[in-house]
């Protein structure tokens, strides 16, 4: 059976995102110019809405702006209770970068194209498989914990009894990530995963004068922020 080449909906390769993501991995090493990283943030957000996110686009922006006005300033200050808060921000901002790279690529990605991206470069299918089949546990884990949520919100379980509300999210968690757990090795298993026949997919990615740019506008711009540090 030949594979059938669909592009809709996929507007950058899958292993353009890998690769931005692994990219700005290595951003919380040093200390980037302010400019520079609103830069980036400005490209993820470009990224976003190029693939119809645009909520999650200006949601980028409008963090990304509170973490640095908190940490222009409040960083270094006694704020009493709130200094807790105020440091986990700071601590957030450094890995804001590549966890927002992450979000582009698991909330733009699906399982079809990765596993197409990772057959172009000759992945094994047993390395191929299990990183797409993980891949879907993200999202699914969040659902679970805004579900969770919500029915602890209509028992009026809140923030106000931290330790009963911990309780009830911890536990239902717990058994949510076993099962889930349990539903991505079947997946896996019906995927075929011990079947060493090649796989026919229906999609087929091919990298475009798009992805190659993207990806060199920002590592010029990473460079360029270490650069700076000299």
């Not at 909520?55 to 990304?64: H, S």
Request: proline share 4%.
């Amino acid at each position: 059976m030949r594979t059938v080449y669909v592009d809709e909906g996929n507007v950058f390769h899958p292993l353009t995102k890998i690769a931005v993501t692994l990219l700005l991995g290595f951003t919380p090493f040093y200390s980037m110019n302010s400019l520079l990283s609103w830069l980036i943030v400005a490209l993820l957000a470009l990224a976003f809405c190029l693939e119809k996110e645009f909520y999650k686009a200006l949601k980028a922006l409008i963090v990304f702006a509170l973490l640095s006005f908190l940490q222009s300033n409040y960083l270094g200050t006694d704020v009493g209770p709130l200094t807790f808060f105020i440091s986990f921000a700071v601590i957030l901002k450094v890995l804001y970068l590549p966890l927002l790279a992450a979000e582009w690529l698991i909330s733009t990605t699906d399982v079809g194209s990765l596993l197409a991206a990772f057959a172009q470069i000759k992945v094994p299918q047993a390395v191929s498989i299990p990183l797409a089949v993980m891949f879907r546990f993200f999202p699914a884990f969040k659902e679970e914990v805004h579900e969770i949520r919500q029915a602890m919100k209509v028992r009026g379980i809140s923030l106000k009894q931290p330790l009963q509300y911990l309780e009830s999210l911890a536990v239902p968690l717990l058994i949510s990530a076993s099962r889930l757990a349990d539903d991505l090795a079947e997946a896996a298993e019906t995927k075929g995963i011990m079947n060493p026949v090649k796989k026919t997919h229906y999609q087929e990615m091919s990298f475009k004068f798009r992805d190659v740019l993207y990806i060199v506008i920002i590592l010029t711009v990473m460079l360029g922020g270490m650069l700076c540090l000299n």
